[in-house]
């Protein structure tokens, strides 16, 4: 296969998708609660989001940012109208979205507050990306093997606990850069009393506030943005991968005060925010503003979280079930990876988020019939691989 072998890919292979299903090239069907990653957010095919595409696609693609994008002024608007701050900086990944943040933050630090060597606070056990900065800026050492040397400029504290914020903050710290719920890392959520105490630091000291919304956005815990839940306003917000819905793009939000270090010729994107990607992303924001969406998916998450709880927390190889909204974590008492690979043989599709947890990312839309139907295949699964195997955890791989 001429591929590099980056990936540890299982062996399904999607050809269709429709709502919460995938269909594979053999004509199996998938109950998809994985939404391409945290991505799909309306489904597989969402016919409002397919005919935006379509009839931009007849329209005009791409242009570069040397022009105007009404689309841009248009999401930028939407976004700011959602997330309370003033200005948008578009690109085409969560990664992407992250760097730019960082470079956001870095230029704060030298024209604002006249630090040389700015540093950015981030957490153990987070994920931001992969490009050199932002797995840099990813508190696992796993991320970073091998890629010395890394950039400077980031230091590492303990997630929910504000002692260890305070014992690395210095005086050239310039931003603190978090998850609401850490993803990758295990469906691990912040206290809200953490974050408020984080805000008012961060204000106290002119620290930027910057949340990584790239999973959590887009309704993904029940609200357009997870912070809002919490009830802090940061400085900076990213998001991505519920965005577009599948269309690759990517978006830095800033409060108005940060406008001056991000002047022309500060930062750029060939690909960002181009008509396409604009028209998708105006969809999608329509589709979850407008509609009863988030409403309902915050039932169907509450609904999903509970029985979860009710079937699973008994199971002698579950620990805990820890998640918001249609973001959930189920932590084992061994490996995830064989779950997951017994559920996907079954037609569930789920991820793990680090070595021991089961991750949930169903669509927005699912029904509680459908969390009802995965649940199911959850308690089955612990049950046969714990038959198949003395204690349910050697890899089938
Ligand atoms: C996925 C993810 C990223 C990276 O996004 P890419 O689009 O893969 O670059 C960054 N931050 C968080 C919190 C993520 O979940």
């Known amino acids: 296969m001429a591929l590099f072998p980056t990936y540890l890919r299982n062996e399904i292979r999607p050809v269709r998708g429709e709502g919460v299903w995938l269909w594979d090239e053999g004509g199996k069907r998938y109950l998809d609660f994985t939404s391409g990653l945290g991505v799909c957010n309306l489904g597989h095919g969402h016919p409002r989001v397919r005919e935006a595409l379509e009839n931009q696609a007849s329209l005009l693609w791409h242009v570069s940012n040397l022009f105007s994008i009404p689309g841009q002024e248009a999401v930028a608007n939407l976004l700011k109208e959602a997330s309370h701050l003033d200005y948008a900086f578009f690109a085409n990944s969560g990664a992407e979205a992250n760097e730019a943040a960082i470079k956001l933050a870095r230029r704060y630090g030298h024209e604002h507050r006249g630090t040389e060597r700015p540093e950015v606070i981030t957490f153990r ?14 508190g696992q050492e796993k991320v970073q093997q091998g890629c010395a040397p890394l950039p400077e400029g980031f230091v590492y504290a303990q997630y929910n606990d504000m002692d260890s914020v305070r014992m690395v903050a210095g005086e050239n710290t310039v931003a603190v850069l978090l998850e609401i719920v850490q993803g990758e890392g295990g469906i691990r959520p912040a206290d809200t009393g953490f974050l408020k105490e984080l805000e008012a630091f961060c204000r106290e000291r002119e620290i930027l506030l910057m949340v990584d919304e790239v999973q959590t956005g887009m309704g993904r815990t029940g609200n357009l943005f997870a912070c809002r839940d919490a009830g802090i306003l940061p ?109 996907a043989h079954k037609g569930l599709l789920a991820l793990p988020a680090g070595p021991e947890v089961l991750r949930l990312l169903p669509p927005l839309i699912v029904t509680k019939e459908q969390t009802d139907i995965a649940v199911e295949m959850i308690v089955e699964g612990l049950v046969e691989l714990e038959e198949e195997t003395a204690d349910g955890c050697v890899s089938r791989i």
Not at 125 to 138: I, N, V
Request: charged share 20%.
């Open 125 to 138: 056990s987070s994920f931001h990306g992969r490009t050199l900065a932002t797995l840099t800026a990813t």
């Open 235 to 343: 400085d900076v917000i990213t998001c991505a991968k519920g965005l577009g819905n599948g269309f690759p793009v990517g978006v830095m939000l800033g409060r108005r005060g940060l406008k001056e270090f991000f002047g022309p010729g500060s930062h750029a994107s060939t690909f960002g925010g181009s008509p396409l990607a604009m028209a998708v992303v105006h969809a999608v924001l329509k589709e979850l503003t407008e509609t009863s969406l988030l409403e309902k998916s915050q039932e169907t998450g509450a609904y999903l979280g509970n029985r979860l709880k009710e079937t699973l927390l008994s199971h002698s190889l579950v620990k805990e079930v820890r998640g918001k909204g249609l973001m959930w974590g189920v932590e084992l008492d061994c490996p995830a990876a064989p779950l997951v690979s017994h559920l």
